[in-house]
């Protein structure tokens, strides 16, 4: 595609309920990121994908948050028995390739909303 | 501890008023600076990636500056769709692949 795609856009879900994510990086980019964006704060990286695994998992902040990448494709984002500290924007990126310097191109988010 | 600081969060200017945005950071060992643009609903969108003190990056009505121990981004006579918030990142040696991210200064240009 011309870009990264997430989906959905939106999401709002009931506290303890599961959610997921789905991120559609940019054809034959090799890296796959995931960052969390709250209200007011930075970007928060959340895990790293090099083809289908993930070298980098530092930032998923509980075991309630995990991810799979297939066919070095579509990246799926999955969020267990949702909090409401969990609402804010999930940011899928990817890149070509992982080196110093290589700029990563965002998808538009998903804005997850707990109640 | 790997940490970035944006001044100020929240900038207006009048078209034409030029200006600086400070990207303050404290990293154990440098590898690269980045400037993302972020409009409203959008993901970040790539401006710059700085290695080392003294560099220069520019791109229409924005410079991008490097020390060794912060970095601005010059706006000159902005125009009102340069309004969006700009994000300053870092990638350092012991982070591995993670970028990290300030906070944002989000700019207002109105004619």
């Known amino acids: 595609g011309a870009g990264v795609s997430q989906s959905p856009s939106n999401k709002v879900t009931e506290k303890g309920k599961d959610v997921e994510l789905r991120c559609d990086p940019i054809?034959?980019?090799?890296?796959l990121y995931w960052y969390r964006q709250r209200l007011g704060q930075g970007l928060e990286f959340l895990i790293y994908?090099?083809?289908?695994?993930?070298?980098?998992k530092s930032g998923l902040p509980s075991d309630r948050f995990s991810a799979e990448r297939t066919g070095e494709s579509v990246s799926t984002l999955t969020i267990q028995r949702t909090q409401q500290e969990d609402s804010a924007v999930y940011l899928c990126?990817?890149?070509?390739?992982?080196?110093?310097?290589?700029?990563?191109?965002f998808g538009s988010g998903t804005q997850l909303s707990v109640l | 501890e790997d940490q970035v600081t944006q001044s100020p969060e929240a900038l207006r200017l009048q078209e034409g008023e030029s200006s600086s945005l400070n990207c303050s950071y404290t990293?154990?060992?440098?590898?690269?600076l980045f400037w993302y643009r972020q409009d409203p609903g959008k993901g970040p969108e790539f401006l710059f990636t700085?290695?080392?003190a003294g560099e220069e990056k520019e791109k229409e009505r924005l410079k991008a500056t490097l020390t060794k121990k912060e970095s601005f981004l010059h706006i000159t006579a902005p125009k009102p769709e340069d309004s969006a918030t700009y994000l300053c990142?870092?990638?350092?040696?012991?982070?591995?692949?993670?970028?990290?991210f300030g906070k944002g200064t989000t700019l207002s240009v109105s004619s």
């Open positions: 990142a870092v990638q350092a040696q012991q982070a591995g692949t993670a970028l990290i």
């Open positions: 990293v154990s060992g440098l590898r690269g």
């Open positions: 054809s034959g980019h090799t890296a």
């Open positions: 990126a990817s890149s070509l390739v992982r080196q110093v310097g290589e700029k990563l191109f």
């Open positions: 994908f090099q083809g289908n695994s993930a070298p980098d």
């Open positions: 700085l290695y080392s």
